[in-house]
């Protein structure tokens, strides 16, 4: 059996993060990839997508962006290069192509069974990240046979659906952009709306992720908030990387129909929720109390002159009467997409370190058993563990305590 | 929504810190928190009938109320009944108000905000050529609820629209008003 020091798994930017990261400390180890370096970013995202960050913010360790449009929003292809390019510059041992099906505790560490055969190591990092899998509600199982069904990770532009109507079920990130280019395609869209997070994507001048950045937010700890879980449930921004907005207005004057959280499907019949008002007032007051936060901050460093003025947007606008059941081969509805989030998936990992519900047991990556780590996961360490600005301090801390690790010293506090 | 501390000096009559150690004694045993709820109903005569609730089954075993609680419900002279008590609509509709008006009062002693008064007004719309079979078009049920509060409390406007915000996302009867449940009815 092949053995090395440490394994990681998954050469996205949080597998790359963390090979420098052990590079720097000296650890022997070797990132695998189920295809090559970011293969998620390659195969799992649709064509039109560009990155909800700025480029200013999507640096590697190390590597700052350092392009001709800071304030751009990068598509995954030029992502794509520039992880490439980081890889051969930090010259990250990768063995791709190389998918792990399985891994177990042994003596001293873990052994891996790859599609290349086994490895062993001593120490495991899991960088596969917080968005592995798409994630389909078993309701899906009650959609007529003749619908088409799809989710984000697999759709790539709107000509992969039928013509006809299309029912999107999220409204977060990937749902609303998802939403437009498909209603402008010709299909008719129909948006579920559950709880979600509205945020503009520019305020007083600079872009959102700026004012995240400044006021200390994405900085905030996991060991600081209150309720972590809920926090971590929190859903992605109806943001897209572009200066179009996409928040359920202008995607109602694009057209688009919203109704509230698909709860049923019944016979052909989708049932929605009536709570579609108390969502939008949540999302709308939840939106206005961060600028308000915003604005205390340029208010307390005398910034008042030097930003334009606080605006306020217009309330979500609600139908007049919502649908609360339609009918969906019946009714024209040709495909339904699941933007219903992702997931991590762990499904490889035969350790007792999973929790009833299959999530991974850690305290800010350190997972509950020695020698195993994770990256990427939503707010593991930091609120911005998940972004791409994310992995640099995450990779610092979680590499430092793995080398402690391996020396039998006292892991650093978590 | 962050939680923030209880303000000792509020007092709402809500026992916070019991409610959250519950609701970490749930996540920690699950099966605790399943929870079979019970109503027996016993028709009186023409359209009224009387429920009574004295006991549920949760935290593992059978439950007891202090005593029974008995509900009589009928229909108006309109309806040519004897009214002698609110219309079972009417019941759904207090039972929405309580159940919002109580979550207020958690999520604002949560939060520190001392209640003086609320009160919510609820309406319900409803076509009857639905319940009376005239039109099938029509569902028997409410086309539409309305629910106002008026709360006079130490607090913003924004803060008492987000008092009642959190009160909807995290109560029964709002989730069982606005989405379906399977319903199943058998004959003994």
């Known amino acids: 059996m092949k053995s090395v020091t440490t394994v990681i798994v998954g050469a996205g930017q949080s597998g790359l993060a963390m090979s420098r990261a052990l590079t720097n400390r000296g650890v022997d180890h070797l990132v695998l990839d189920r295809g090559a370096v970011a293969n998620a970013w390659r195969t799992e995202r649709w064509d039109s997508l560009r990155l909800l960050t700025p480029n200013w ?36 041992p990768i063995a791709g192509r190389t998918e792990v099906s399985r891994i177990t505790g042994m003596d001293g560490g873990f052994r891996l069974r790859t599609n290349r055969g086994p490895i062993g190591c001593r120490s495991l990092v899991l960088a596969t990240g917080a968005c592995a899998k798409a994630h389909v509600p078993e309701l899906s199982g009650a959609v007529p046979p003749a619908i088409f069904q799809t989710t984000p990770a697999a759709y ?22 998802l939403a437009r280019e498909i209603q402008a395609s010709g299909r008719q869209v129909m948006l579920a709306v559950g709880w979600h997070v509205r945020l503009p994507r520019t305020y007083r001048g600079r872009d959102i992720e700026w004012w995240l950045d400044a006021i200390g937010v994405l900085d905030e700890r996991f060991d600081a908030v209150d309720d972590l879980e809920r926090v971590r449930r929190t859903p992605s921004p109806q943001l897209i990387g572009g200066s179009e907005p996409v928040d359920l207005n202008a995607l109602q004057d694009h057209g688009i129909q919203i109704v509230g959280r698909l709860v049923d499907i019944r016979d052909d019949r989708a049932l929605f929720s009536g709570g579609l008002a108390n969502v939008c007032m949540s999302a709308d007051l939840k939106m206005n109390r961060l600028l308000d936060t915003i604005d205390a901050w340029i208010r307390d460093r005398d910034l008042e002159d030097i930003v334009p003025p606080p605006t ?8 007049q009467v919502p649908v609360l059941a339609r009918k969906l081969a019946d009714g024209g509805v040709r495909s339904v997409v699941w933007a219903t989030g992702y997931r991590p998936d762990f499904s490889y990992l035969d350790v007792p370190v999973l929790d009833r519900r299959g999530r991974l047991r850690h305290a800010g990556g350190v997972a509950a058993i020695p020698g195993l780590y994770a990256m990427g996961l939503t707010f ?15 990779a610092a801390d979680l590499a430092t305590h793995l080398r402690a690790f391996l020396d039998g010293r006292a892991g650093i506090a978590a | 929504m962050t939680l923030q501390t209880g303000n000792k000096t509020v007092n709402n009559g809500v026992d916070v810190e019991a409610l959250l150690g519950a609701r970490t004694a749930i996540e920690e045993t699950p099966e605790a928190g399943q929870f079979t709820w019970r109503a ?66 958690s999520v604002a002693q949560n939060r520190g905000i001392q209640l003086k008064s609320v009160q919510a007004s609820v309406e319900g719309d409803m076509d009857l050529a639905g319940v009376l079979g005239a039109n099938a078009d029509v569902r028997n049920g409410f086309s539409a609820i309305r629910v106002s509060f008026a709360i006079d409390a130490d607090a913003t ?11 909807q996302k995290r109560s029964a009867v709002f989730d069982i008003v606005t989405n379906p449940t399977n319903v199943h009815v058998t004959v003994a």
């Open chain 1, 57 to 92: 913010a999507n640096g590697l360790p190390g590597v700052p962006y350092g392009g001709p449009d800071p304030h751009g929003y990068m598509a995954v292809s030029e992502l794509v290069a520039r992880f490439d390019d980081y890889a051969r510059r930090i010259d990250a």
């Open chain 1, 156 to 177: 790539k532009r709107p000509d992969d659906l039928p013509q006809g109507g299309v029912l999107i079920v999220g409204a977060s990130a990937s749902g609303v952009q």
């Open chain 1, 312 to 319: 306020r947007h217009e309330p979500t606008r609600l139908p």
């Open chain 1, 380 to 394: 593991m360490r930091r609120r911005r563990s998940h972004q791409i600005s994310g992995v640099s301090d995450d």
């Open chain 2, 40 to 105: 027996r109903c016993a028709w009186i005569d023409g359209v009224q009938s009387r429920t009574t609730v004295d006991g549920f089954f949760g935290l593992g075993e059978e439950q007891a109320r202090k005593a029974p609680f008995t509900i009589e419900a009928d229909h108006p002279e309109q309806f040519a009944a004897t009214d002698r008590g609110p219309t079972p609509v009417e019941l759904v509709m207090s039972a929405l108000a309580s159940c919002l008006t109580a979550g207020v009062a």
């Open chain 2, 157 to 167: 406007r924004e803060e008492l629209a987000a008092l009642v915000a959190q009160s």
